[in-house]
């Protein structure tokens, strides 16, 4: 049975006599869980979870030896699993322990990967400091990555020859970067592929064998996940490429294999053999090392193997429950022997934390370290809400991950497909056609229905339409396609905040700690002449010397302004990078600027840094090809005068080792502080350019990243801002509202023609045909909703009536688009209305604008708190329309609310 709960008090943990001798025990009680899906079969599992008595009562869980030292980490508050417990009675109550069998897994949904466990048993200090640092550009890397994809590549059945020509192709940019030349590289995988050749052709002589490439595995049970990188007759085969000259394999690489064991037994596997393949060994001369040369060395895994790599994923995930830093004494690794040591003496120094190795250099100035400390909690935070992600995989049904959209399910699937290399494409037929946050380009989970338990592997979408295509290693028969949560996006903000910290030039954190005041340069020269504002945002960029800030409300020719800017830079010789939170910002700000370089520099000076399904179509020709001749990609990428890239992409390694003049960040009140300074770090001085009367950064967490550092540097250093006033986009009524609210009443009509824009301008379009509630471009219709929360089918029908009114004074459906405040009524509102018409949340309307907008508040009875959660949301929404706005709403609820009793007033005008 197993035993799962909330820790609900303080641990006892002592020494007994027993008939075996001393023992000793942790008495932990703990408030069993009452979820019923608690009981499904774990591994190991022999069924049933303890439902005690009406599932919420204190019980008692008696941890027993090594156990206890799970137990010293166990706060009131923490998940437990115990697993094949027995179950004891104690003066009346029913009480738990651990048996031989048991394992005892703290916080089990907190997936610690396989690296992290790897890290932390060479030392916890090492795990710590990679989280800070990243995995940074360097041969052994590359060359490591590059020999393991090829291990895969020959699994697949792929030639030899051929897959190391085409993966260092693939590689062309890295290579380059690091000065390598291909003759050199193939040479050397050649050499390490040689080991793995002959294993496999050991393997191939028996009959019942069965192995398969790279794969990912999560145990909900143990709480760990990772990618291990063959399995052979169910077992762990895990690649190094370096040297073991030992019989038996290194210690750190049997505790990696063991985790794949555990991870393996989830998936209904019995292993006990692991198998580790040293590449190195077999490219060794006989006659200069003397040991074990044979490459492939297999172990034995016991039952304490096993059980000692759970408590180091115990250790981890208690640490990172507890927001704590490691010191490195927790092991008893040597610091002296460490090639990490000096990096951990710095490291330790400048942020004046406790380590075995010690500490050199002066600490960062108090408030450095107080900021350090604030934002290591917030995106540390950030990183458990993204395992929480994880969790909901198996703790949500399908259907409850659909209603989510992070799942399509009931996919049919239709054909598999072999592609070169030995990958497969997959297709399948989208039954259901429903809503979800799956794009082109993401990777996800495909499985055959469940992402956890049953076949699944990490796939990239290339079409998804009524007909899905993926491609992934191995050919799953899938029928539903899973968000894969990943945390590279939080691996990459806890890096660029470390980087600005501790490499961030003096001057730099003085101004972004308000100890200076930003400095100018006069400029005399006039860049743009219609338009005052938008002219001084081009000055300050240009003139900066630090930093400047360009607030944009809606509609003011942000995009513009970027471009004229960067044109003024590159001009003056400049190397600018050209970074914005999204993709589409990105490509828009790309496309605008290509524009103002027409004449100013060659095309190829300026190079789009992404993958191919993230960028836009046309901006293709820009992308920056990573396969190829390593000298000629780089040369590519260092001739390259602008460089364009989003701000996750900035954090990349290949974009880490490039610098720029000045950075230029588009959406900046949509970036978290450490999001934005992935994009600044890589500049001498920087513009951002954005509105905090927007939406705010996306993130899962409520902390201290939720606040843009735009925001933030608005307020500190306001000599550095500038707003621009005019718009190009409203009807003069229909900005009133958003210019009172949110702009002080500052924002105007950019020209007359704007001001008086109307339906009446578009061809074919009549307003007359329109009923006369609607014929003013903004206009209330009052709706007494159904009084469900989240949805509201009458506002739902009212709105599919509208835009028939709209479509018969002359409208195109594409012209119109409908903003709700919850995906439920965007789900309903979709039914009701025709597909060409666009409906979606604010948040996806972001950055767009159309000629009629219809926004449904779905708000009935009394309202409770603001439906849009946020006013910002508010502000985007009434600020989408050129022509037209109708609100559709409750008046009765609405009034309840000042904001939106105000908006009523003006409305209703
Ligand atoms: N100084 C100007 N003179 C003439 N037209 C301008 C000027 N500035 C901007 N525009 C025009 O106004 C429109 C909106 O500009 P732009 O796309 O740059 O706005 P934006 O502020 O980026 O919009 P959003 O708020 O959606 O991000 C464009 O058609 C652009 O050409």
Same mark, same amino acid.
């Not at 172990?299 to 429950?321: P, S």
């Not at 924002?747 to 307003?767: C, I, K, Y």
């Not at 709700?820 to 018409?837: C, G, K, L, N």
């Given at each position: 049975?197993?035993?799962?709960?909330?820790?609900?008090?303080?641990?006892?943990?002592?020494?007994?006599?027993?008939?075996?001798?001393?023992?000793?025990?942790?008495?932990?009680?703990?408030?069993?869980?009452?979820?019923?899906?608690?009981?499904?079969?774990?591994?190991?599992?022999? %069924?049933?979870?303890?439902?005690?008595?009406?599932?919420?009562?204190?019980?008692?869980?008696?941890?027993?030896?090594?156990?206890?030292?799970?137990?010293?980490?166990?706060?009131?508050?923490?998940?437990?699993?115990?697993?094949?417990?027995?179950?004891?009675?104690?003066?009346?109550?029913?009480?738990?322990?651990?048996?031989?069998?048991?394992?005892?897994?703290?916080?089990?949904?907190?997936?610690?990967?396989?690296?992290?466990?790897?890290?932390?048993?060479?030392?916890?200090?090492?795990?710590?400091?990679?989280?800070?640092?990243?995995?940074?550009?360097?041969?052994?890397?590359?060359?490591?990555?590059?020999?393991?994809?090829?291990? %895969?590549?020959?699994?697949?059945?792929?030639?030899?020859?051929?897959? /190391?020509?085409?993966?260092?192709?693939?590689?062309?940019?890295?290579?380059?970067?690091?000065?390598?030349?291909?003759?050199?590289?193939?040479?050397?995988?050649?050499?390490?592929?040689?080991?793995?050749?002959?294993?496999?052709?050991?393997?191939?002589?028996?009959?019942?064998?069965?192995?398969?490439?790279?794969?990912?595995?999560?145990?909900?049970?143990?709480?760990? #996940?990772?990618?291990?990188?063959?399995?052979?007759?169910?077992?762990?085969?895990?690649?190094?490429?370096?040297?073991?000259?030992?019989?038996?394999?290194?210690?750190?690489?049997?505790?990696?294999?063991?985790?794949?064991?555990?991870?393996?037994?989830?998936?209904?596997?019995?292993?006990?053999?692991?198998?580790?393949?040293?590449?190195?060994?077999?490219?060794?001369?006989?006659?200069?090392?003397?040991?074990?040369?044979?490459?492939?060395?297999?172990?034995?895994?016991?039952?304490?193997?096993?059980?000692?790599?759970?408590?180091?994923?115990?250790?981890?995930?208690?640490?990172?429950?507890?927001?704590?830093?490691?010191?490195?004494?927790?092991?008893?690794?040597?610091?002296?022997?460490?090639?990490?040591?000096?990096?951990?003496?710095?490291?330790?120094?400048?942020?004046?934390?406790?380590?075995?190795?010690?500490?050199?250099?002066?600490?960062?100035?108090?408030?450095? @370290?107080?900021?350090?400390?604030?934002?290591?909690?917030? /995106?540390?935070?950030?990183?458990?809400?993204?395992?929480?992600?994880?969790?909901?995989?198996?703790?949500?049904?399908?259907?409850?991950?659909?209603?989510?959209? #992070?799942?399509?399910?009931?996919?049919?699937?239709?054909?598999?497909?072999?592609?070169?290399?030995?990958?497969?494409?997959?297709?399948?037929?989208?039954?259901?056609?429903?809503?979800?946050?799956?794009?082109?380009?993401?990777?996800?989970?495909?499985?055959?229905?469940?992402?956890?338990?049953?076949?699944?592997?990490?796939?990239?979408?290339?079409?998804?339409?009524?007909?899905?295509?993926?491609?992934?290693?191995?050919?799953?028969?899938?029928?539903?396609?899973?968000?894969?949560?990943?945390?590279?996006?939080?691996?990459?903000?806890?890096?660029?905040?470390?980087?600005?910290?501790?490499?961030?030039?003096?001057?730099?954190?003085?101004?972004?700690?308000?100890?200076?005041?930003?400095?100018?340069?006069?400029?005399?020269?006039?860049?743009?002449?219609?338009?005052?504002?938008?002219?001084?945002?081009?000055?300050?960029?240009?003139?900066?010397?630090?930093?400047?800030?360009?607030?944009?409300?809606?509609?003011?020719?942000?995009?513009?302004?970027?471009?004229?800017?960067?044109?003024?830079?590159?001009?003056?010789?400049?190397?600018?990078?050209?970074?914005?939170?999204?993709?589409?910002?990105?490509?828009?700000?790309?496309?605008?600027?290509?524009?103002?370089?027409?004449?100013?520099?060659?095309?190829?000076?300026?190079?789009?840094?992404?993958?191919?399904?993230?960028? #836009?179509?046309?901006?293709?020709?820009?992308?920056?090809?990573?396969?190829?001749?390593?000298?000629?990609?780089?040369?590519?990428?260092?001739?390259? !005068?602008?460089?364009?890239?989003?701000?996750?992409?900035?954090?990349?390694?290949?974009?880490?080792?490039?610098?720029?003049?000045?950075?230029?960040?588009?959406?900046?009140?949509?970036?978290?502080?450490?999001?934005?300074?992935?994009?600044?770090? @890589?500049?001498?001085?920087?513009?951002?350019?954005?509105?905090?009367?927007?939406?705010?950064?996306?993130?899962?967490?409520?902390?201290?990243?939720?606040?843009?550092?735009?925001?933030?540097?608005?307020?500190?250093?306001?000599?550095?801002?500038?707003?621009?006033?005019?718009?190009?986009?409203?009807?003069?009524? /229909?900005?009133?509202?958003?210019?009172?609210?949110?702009?002080?009443? !500052?924002?105007?009509?950019?020209?007359?023609?704007?001001?008086?824009?109307?339906?009446?301008?578009?061809?074919?379009?009549?307003?007359?045909?329109?009923?006369?509630?609607?014929?003013?471009?903004?206009?209330?219709?009052?709706?007494?909703?159904?009084?469900?929360?989240?949805?509201?089918?009458?506002?739902?029908?009212?709105?599919?009536?509208?835009?028939?009114?709209?479509?018969?004074?002359?409208?195109?459906?594409?012209?119109?688009?409908?903003?709700?405040?919850?995906?439920?009524?965007?789900?309903?509102?979709?039914?009701?209305?025709?597909?060409?018409?666009?409906?979606?949340?604010?948040?996806?309307?972001?950055?767009?604008?159309?000629?009629?907008?219809?926004?449904?508040?779905?708000?009935?009875?009394?309202?409770?708190?603001?439906?849009?959660?946020?006013?910002?949301?508010?502000?985007?929404?009434?600020?989408?329309?050129?022509?037209?706005?109708?609100?559709?709403?409750?008046?009765?609820?609405?009034?309840?609310?000042?904001?939106?009793?105000?908006?009523?007033?003006?409305?209703?005008?």
């Amino acid at each position: 049975m197993h035993v799962r709960g909330t820790v609900a008090g303080e641990v006892d943990v002592r020494s007994v006599a027993t008939s075996y001798g001393e023992s000793e025990l942790a008495e932990v009680p703990l408030r069993p869980a009452d979820d019923a899906r608690n009981g499904e079969s774990p591994a190991r599992g022999d %069924g049933g979870t303890a439902t005690v008595a009406d599932g919420r009562e204190t019980t008692t869980v008696t941890l027993w030896n090594k156990w206890t030292e799970s137990a010293e980490l166990l706060e009131p508050g923490m998940e437990l699993l115990v697993t094949n417990a027995k179950e004891e009675e104690y003066q009346g109550e029913t009480q738990y322990a651990t048996t031989g069998d048991s394992y005892v897994v703290v916080e089990p949904s907190f997936l610690v990967s396989v690296t992290s466990i790897r890290n932390w048993v060479e030392c916890p200090r090492l795990y710590y400091l990679n989280k800070l640092s990243g995995v940074p550009l360097n041969y052994p890397v590359v060359k490591g990555t590059l020999v393991h994809e090829v291990f %895969g590549d020959l699994l697949r059945g792929r030639d030899l020859e051929e897959s /190391i020509e085409a993966r260092v192709e693939e590689r062309g940019l890295q290579l380059g970067l690091l000065g390598e030349t291909p003759a050199a590289v193939k040479e050397e995988i050649r050499e390490n592929a040689t080991a793995i050749e002959g294993w496999l052709e050991q393997g191939r002589l028996t009959e019942e064998d069965s192995w398969r490439s790279e794969q990912l595995l999560i145990s909900e049970t143990f709480g760990i #996940r990772g990618r291990a990188d063959a399995v052979r007759r169910g077992a762990p085969v895990e690649l190094k490429t370096g040297k073991n000259l030992k019989k038996e394999p290194r210690f750190k690489d049997k505790v990696q294999a063991a985790c794949y064991a555990l991870l393996l037994e989830e998936h209904g596997g019995d292993v006990d053999i692991g198998t580790l393949l040293y590449t190195k060994n077999s490219a060794l001369d006989r006659n200069e090392e003397t040991g074990d040369l044979t490459p492939a060395k297999e172990f034995t895994m016991g039952d304490g193997l096993l059980k000692y790599v759970v408590r180091l994923r115990n250790e981890i995930a208690a640490m990172e429950t507890a927001g704590d830093i490691p010191t490195g004494y927790e092991a008893d690794a040597k610091c002296e022997y460490c090639f990490e040591q000096d990096t951990c003496m710095v490291v330790s120094g400048r942020l004046d934390q406790e380590s075995k190795a010690g500490q050199i250099g002066q600490s960062l100035p108090d408030e450095e @370290l107080e900021y350090f400390d604030r934002f290591y909690r917030a /995106i540390e935070d950030e990183r458990r809400e993204v395992h929480r992600e994880y969790a909901k995989l198996w703790e949500q049904t399908a259907e409850e991950r659909a209603d989510d959209d #992070r799942a399509l399910i009931d996919l049919e699937f239709l054909e598999k497909r072999p592609l070169e290399g030995g990958r497969w494409e997959l297709r399948a037929h989208n039954t259901g056609g429903a809503n979800s946050k799956l794009r082109e380009g993401d990777l996800v989970l495909a499985s055959d229905g469940d992402p956890v338990r049953g076949s699944s592997e990490l796939a990239r979408i290339e079409r998804l339409d009524d007909e899905i295509v993926i491609t992934a290693d191995e050919p799953v028969e899938v029928t539903r396609l899973d968000v894969y949560p990943s945390e590279l996006t939080t691996d990459r903000l806890l890096v660029a905040m470390h980087d600005a910290l501790l490499k961030g030039d003096d001057r730099r954190k003085e101004i972004l700690f308000g100890r200076a005041k930003p400095a100018f340069d006069t400029i005399e020269e006039t860049f743009i002449d219609n338009n005052d504002r938008q002219n001084e945002a081009v000055t300050k960029a240009v003139g900066a010397t630090d930093c400047a800030l360009i607030h944009g409300p809606p509609g003011t020719g942000k995009t513009y302004t970027i471009a004229r800017a960067i044109r003024a830079m590159v001009e003056r010789g400049e190397r600018v990078l050209l970074s914005a939170f999204t993709n589409r910002a990105v490509d828009n700000a790309l496309e605008a600027l290509l524009e103002q370089l027409e004449d100013v520099i060659d095309e190829d000076r300026v190079v789009r840094v992404g993958s191919e399904s993230g960028i #836009r179509d046309d901006m293709e020709p820009y992308r920056l090809e990573r396969a190829g001749d390593p000298e000629d990609r780089v040369a590519t990428l260092q001739n390259a !005068q602008v460089v364009a890239a989003t701000t996750s992409t900035c954090g990349s390694r290949v974009m880490k080792e490039q610098a720029f003049d000045v950075a230029l960040v588009d959406e900046a009140a949509q970036l978290t502080e450490p999001g934005t300074c992935a994009a600044i770090n @890589l500049a001498e001085r920087f513009v951002l350019v954005g509105d905090h009367e927007q939406l705010p950064p996306v993130v899962r967490a409520e902390n201290d990243l939720t606040e843009s550092l735009f925001e933030r540097l608005v307020d500190l250093h306001p000599e550095a801002g500038v707003m621009l006033d005019r718009q190009y986009r409203m009807n003069q009524r /229909i900005q009133a509202f958003a210019s009172n609210e949110f702009y002080d009443g !500052q924002l105007r009509p950019a020209t007359p023609d704007v001001a008086a824009r109307t339906l009446d301008d578009l061809e074919g379009v009549s307003r007359d045909r329109l009923p006369e509630s609607l014929q003013d471009p903004v206009s209330f219709v009052d709706v007494e909703g159904d009084r469900s929360q989240y949805t509201d089918s009458a506002e739902a029908a009212r709105i599919a009536a509208l835009i028939e009114a709209y479509e018969a004074a002359g409208l195109e459906r594409s012209e119109i688009g409908v903003i709700a405040p919850f995906r439920a009524q965007v789900s309903e509102i979709s039914t009701h209305v025709p597909d060409d018409v666009a409906v979606d949340t604010v948040d996806r309307f972001q950055g767009s604008s159309q000629e009629v907008i219809v926004v449904s508040f779905t708000a009935t009875g009394s309202l409770e708190g603001p439906i849009f959660e946020d006013y910002r949301r508010i502000n985007v929404a009434l600020t989408r329309p050129k022509r037209a706005l109708v609100l559709v709403g409750d008046a009765a609820a609405l009034a309840s609310d000042p904001v939106y009793e105000r908006m009523l007033e003006w409305a209703r005008r």
